[in-house]
């Protein structure tokens, strides 16, 4: 199997690749059925995070509706990885990500965490940036927490190296619809 340092940057050159507009496009259409899963199970406090680089763009989620509490992760420390969470107004904060002023939640305090990655495994495993951060958060989830990765079709493969650190998700959202990973659940 290829390491995941060169499956990195498989896949966040496939990512990039993608047309601008296609990206935009794929992230409405995403927007539209996470929006539907929310109203479907009556989720109003959701985990989401800024698009960093090419990744999906989630605005639309947040301008669809506007029950939706949103809550963005910060990062809280590098050794051990550990996010904080809270609401908008988000500022340039880490790698130039976007990110909350306010953090005062150290677990995100959601029904639905949005969890984002390079590629997506049909096993429920995926594959970030590397840095454990998600990974961290997904151990210390309650139950409870539905789990749903976020990115574009053309990040699905079969499988990703998983080592014992490395936290699936239940499901995956694309432009195509959702997916849920009996394995994982």
Do not use: N
């Amino acid at each position: 199997m290829i390491s995941k340092p060169e499956l990195r940057r498989q896949y966040q050159a496939l990512r990039d690749a993608s047309p601008p507009q296609d990206r935009s496009q794929f992230s409405q259409d995403i927007c539209r059925h996470v929006a539907a899963l929310c109203d479907e199970r009556g989720f109003r406090r959701i985990g989401v995070f800024a698009p960093f680089r090419s990744e999906v763009d989630l605005r639309p989620l947040q301008e669809a509706d506007p029950r939706l509490e949103c809550y963005f992760p910060k990062v809280a420390g590098r050794d051990p990885a550990r996010l904080a969470w809270g609401p908008p107004p988000l500022l340039p904060g880490t790698w130039g990500l976007l990110e909350p002023t306010e953090t005062p939640f150290e677990q995100p305090p959601v029904q639905l965490l949005l969890v984002p990655g390079l590629a997506f495994a049909a096993d429920g495993h995926r594959l970030g940036y590397g840095k454990g951060f998600y990974d961290g958060v997904l151990a210390a989830l309650p139950p409870r927490v539905v789990t749903l990765g976020v990115g574009f079709a053309l990040q699905r493969c079969e499988r990703l190296p998983a080592g014992p650190t490395d936290r699936p998700v239940q499901g995956l959202a694309t432009e195509a619809g959702i997916t849920w990973f009996p394995a994982a659940r």
